[in-house]
Structures are given as structure tokens and as C-alpha cells.
């Protein structure tokens, strides 16, 4: 009966005329960010932060929410067309499905990735309707001692899933979290590692950072990459509706990508392009003939888009349950959360309601939405993507820079954003990673704050982290995936000389 009561409520808030205006609206521009090559989430969704300061919270979050969500349906779009992944977790799509195209079965590969996508996704808004729930009572029962072995294991598993070197990673992460802790200290009310700059007295936002990390940075990164033209590849679409044939063929694939691609969104630091990755490396060593994966087998499209949209809604389960972000987009969107005066974490389900089960609801409307965009609209997305970059992007760097300015009406904030858009493109350059930064300064706080209650409860013992079964687990699970490829590397260099 409660379900019932919480599905009349999500979709009484969902169906609001302006939040389902701002639905379509975060549908329509996820899918423009998703089909246009070299921007992504993270840059779209810091990009639009700024206009939603005056909507109500849970309009906010279902318009950017519809962003996140949305690129994994445009993504597919160009990985098949031009071999160009229109977003990071699309980049397995390219395998088979460029190659379907080629052999004139662009129509199919782009309607299962469609129907793939819109299954998986709502089949992740079910789960974070049951999962939810009951994982937020569980957390209710936190305190802050397994508040900071959880947030010090959501650390540590993203720079141990990161992409590039873990020793980056980490040098990353540590520079979030002192970039948090810039400012006035509430506890003591004194300044600190201002280096006397008026400006930061009252510490970073995370709008200017974003912006400026993702935004600029990706607007350098493509003028200076962009002298190459990339090219639709020519041939009818058609046949979008896939057949029984591919139903069949695709069906298991399709099942096994929804159901691993929403468990592995829920660990941080994991997300789509993981998920992708491990669903067609599964399809492949469950294959009668593995081969023909890479030749434009249909089964390398299902899973893969399937998983990358499961993993999107599964990574709504830690921020909506327990305040932690799972990924760079997600954190954006707690951040959302503060400046609305929403705090993240266990309570928001009990003290905002119309939040959680309005997102729901948005949903499960969004991915309806986003089938009905992209199969019938897939000729102006192919249309899209023959527009020059270097038209796109002064319109990114003016929106940016508004942006920034409307944070605080404070020239200042442009100022920041410049400087970490510069520092985002050096760090890209050279293989150092943004997410875990923008992670660790949202996490920051939360685990100061946690950390400082836990010593004044235990005056000052800090054997409380470790007294603290499920707290003492984290840490232990935390320490391990630290330690653990150090020894492998050691272990590596003695075989290696011994040999």
C-alpha cells in the first residue's frame, strides 16, 4: 500500500506542468550533449547549474537529472554513425555498432540501442523505487563514525576505479579535499588557507570549479583537436524498429546488461563506462562465437547501452539514500542540493519527500520522452552533427562565463572558473583525472564534519573508527584496495628480477 501511496505521490509532483517542461527541457539538451561529440555530462550539467537557482528543488534536480540521463541515449547516436563516442560510456558502442552501419544497419543498431536504453532505465528507476527506501532506514541508523568510514571507502574507490594512474588519482583527490576546507572554519570561526585573498573567505563554490574544470577545459581541449572534420557515415537509416530476429538475438544481452550495469552504478567512482566495458567483455566470453563481436554483432550494442543507462539510474541510489556521489555528475547534483538549502543524505527521503518520489516519478517520464526524441528525431540529430565546432563553441565559453557571474553577481567567481578551466585542460593533458578532485570537495565537509563529531564523542580516542563494526569494515575494505596494488606492483618487480 505504501508503494502504491509513494507511486500516486511521484508522479502527482512529476506531472506538475513546469516539471515536466523542465523534464523535456534536461531530455532535449542531454540528448544534444550525448549526440555532440567532446562536451559530456559533467560540462552540461555545471553549465546549466546556474538557471535553475530561482526553480524549486525538485524541479532542479529533475531538470539536470534529465541531462545525466539523457546523454546515454545521444551517445549511442554518434558511436554508430561516425565512430566518435558522443559520450565516455558509448566509446564500446563504437565496436559493433560503426561496423552495423557499415553493412547498412545503422536503422537496427540505433533502434536497439533506443529500446535497450529505455528498458534498462526503467528498470533502474524500479529498483531505486524498492531499493531506496529501505536503504535510507538502514542509514538513518548511521552515526558519524560509519559516516566516515563510508565516505573514506566512497574516496578510495574512486581513485582506485579511476581510468588513469591511481598515484594521480589520489594527488587529485587530496587537492579537492584541501580545496574544501578553504575558508572560514565552523567550528573555530577562523580563517584559514586563505592565503589572505578577500575573495575566498567564505571558500570555493563548486559552480566556478565545475565550470571551469569541465566547461572551459572542454572548449580548449576541442579547438585544439578540432582541425580534423569528423564525417557521417553515409547511408539510409532504416528499419529502426528491430525485428524478431534481432529481439531474439539481443534479448540476453539486453538482461544481463540492465541487471550489472545498475549494480556496478551504485559503487562510487564505477559508473557507465565500466559498466559498458564489463557488459560486453561478458557478452563475449558467454558467446557461442566471440568472434563475430567487433564484425557489427548486435549483441555489442544491447548490452553495453543498456548497462551504461542502468548505471545511471543506480547511481542515484547512494546520493538520494545517503548523500554520497558516485561520480562527478552526481556530485554536481548534490551540490544542486546545498545551494537549494537541501541537505544530502538519510534524512532527505523523511524531511523532503516530494524531492525523492518527484525524481522518481520524472523518471520514469524522462525515458518515455527520450525514446519518443531520439527514433523519430534521429535525422536532425544526424543533421547536428555536420554543424562546425568552431560555430558551437564561443556560445559554450559565453554560456560559461554568465554562469559563473550569476553565482554571486561577483566578477571574482569568472575569475576562479578561468583559472581552474586552464588548470582542468593542463590536468587533461597530462592524464590527471577531474572527477576524483570534484568528488573529494564535495565529500570534504561531510567527512570533516563527521570526523570532528566522532573524536568529541570518543574525547579524542580515535579507536572509535575501528570500535564501530560496520565503520571498522569500510576502512578495512578502504586500506585493502589501497595497499593492495602496491603489493602487487612489488610483488611484480621481484618476479621481474628474479626472473
Not at 569528423?230 to 534481432?246: A, C, E, N, Y
Not at 560486453?280 to 558467446?287: F, H
Request: with cysteine; hydrophobic share 50%.
Amino acid at each position: 500500500m505504501d508503494l502504491l501511496n509513494h507511486l500516486f505521490l511521484a508522479f502527482n509532483v512529476a506531472l506538475e506542468p513546469m516539471n515536466i517542461l523542465l523534464c523535456l527541457l534536461g531530455c532535449l539538451v542531454g540528448t544534444f550533449v550525448g549526440v555532440l561529440p567532446g562536451l559530456g555530462p559533467a560540462a552540461a550539467t555545471s553549465l546549466l547549474l546556474p538557471i535553475t537557482y530561482k526553480l524549486p528543488p525538485v524541479s532542479a534536480i529533475i531538470m539536470l537529472g534529465g541531462i545525466y540521463y539523457g546523454t546515454q541515449y545521444g551517445g549511442s547516436t554518434t558511436s554508430i554513425l561516425i565512430n566518435v563516442p558522443g559520450e565516455a560510456s558509448s566509446v564500446v558502442t563504437c565496436l559493433d555498432g560503426y561496423q552495423m552501419a557499415r553493412k547498412g544497419r545503422a536503422g537496427a543498431a540505433l533502434g536497439i540501442a533506443a529500446f535497450g536504453s529505455f528498458i534498462a532505465g526503467t528498470f533502474g528507476t524500479f529498483m531505486l523505487m524498492l531499493v531506496g527506501p529501505p536503504l535510507a532506514g538502514l542509514a538513518l541508523k548511521f552515526g558519524p563514525p560509519e559516516f566516515v568510514g563510508l565516505v573514506f571507502l566512497g574516496l578510495t574507490l574512486v581513485t582506485y576505479l579511476s581510468s588513469g594512474s591511481m598515484a594521480k588519482a589520489l594527488m587529485m583527490a587530496t587537492l579537492g579535499l584541501l580545496l574544501s576546507y578553504v575558508g572560514i572554519d565552523l567550528v573555530t570561526g577562523r580563517e584559514r588557507f586563505t592565503l589572505g585573498i578577500p575573495t575566498i573567505v567564505t571558500g570555493f563554490d563548486i559552480v566556478p570549479i565545475v565550470m571551469g574544470l569541465f566547461g572551459v577545459s572542454e572548449v580548449l581541449i576541442n579547438i585544439e583537436g578540432s582541425s580534423s572534420r569528423m564525417s557521417v557515415f553515409q547511408t539510409k537509416i532504416r528499419g529502426l524498429l528491430p525485428t524478431k530476429k534481432d529481439w531474439k538475438d539481443s534479448s540476453g544481452a539486453l538482461t544481463r546488461g540492465t541487471i550489472l550495469g545498475f549494480l556496478i552504478g551504485i559503487i562510487p567512482g564505477a559508473g557507465g563506462l565500466t559498466a559498458s566495458f564489463i557488459s560486453y567483455a561478458v557478452e563475449k566470453k558467454v558467446a557461442r562465437h566471440p568472434e563475430t563481436f567487433g564484425t557489427g554483432d548486435i549483441r555489442g550494442v544491447a548490452g553495453p547501452e543498456s548497462a551504461n543507462n542502468a548505471a545511471v539510474q543506480g547511481a542515484f541510489i547512494p546520493m538520494l539514500t545517503m548523500g554520497i556521489p558516485c561520480n562527478v555528475v552526481i556530485a554536481i547534483l548534490i551540490g544542486a542540493l546545498m545551494i537549494h538549502g537541501v541537505p544530502p543524505g538519510p534524512r532527505l527521503m523523511e524531511d523532503h519527500p516530494q524531492l525523492f518520489w518527484g525524481v522518481v516519478g520524472s523518471m520514469y517520464i524522462g525515458n518515455v520522452m527520450l525514446l519518443l526524441l531520439n527514433l523519430p528525431l534521429i535525422s536532425m540529430w544526424v543533421k547536428l552533427l555536420k554543424v562546425p565546432y568552431s560555430l558551437l563553441f564561443p556560445f559554450i565559453f559565453l554560456f560559461c562565463l554568465i554562469g559563473a557571474y550569476t553565482v554571486g553577481n561577483n566578477i571574482q567567481d569568472v575569475y576562479i572558473m578561468i583559472v581552474f578551466g586552464i588548470l582542468g585542460y593542463l590536468m587533461k593533458k597530462y592524464g590527471y583525472e577531474p572527477a576524483p578532485l570534484v568528488l573529494a570537495f564535495v565529500l570534504g565537509p561531510m567527512f570533516e564534519n563527521a570526523f570532528r563529531q566522532s573524536l568529541i564523542l570518543s574525547k579524542g580516542n580515535p579507536m572509535i573508527f575501528l570500535s564501530h563494526p560496520i565503520s571498522a569494515v569500510f576502512i578495512v575494505v578502504s586500506l585493502f584496495l589501497l595497499v593492495f596494488p602496491l603489493v602487487l606492483n612489488f610483488l611484480r618487480s621481484q618476479h621481474g628480477q628474479a626472473s
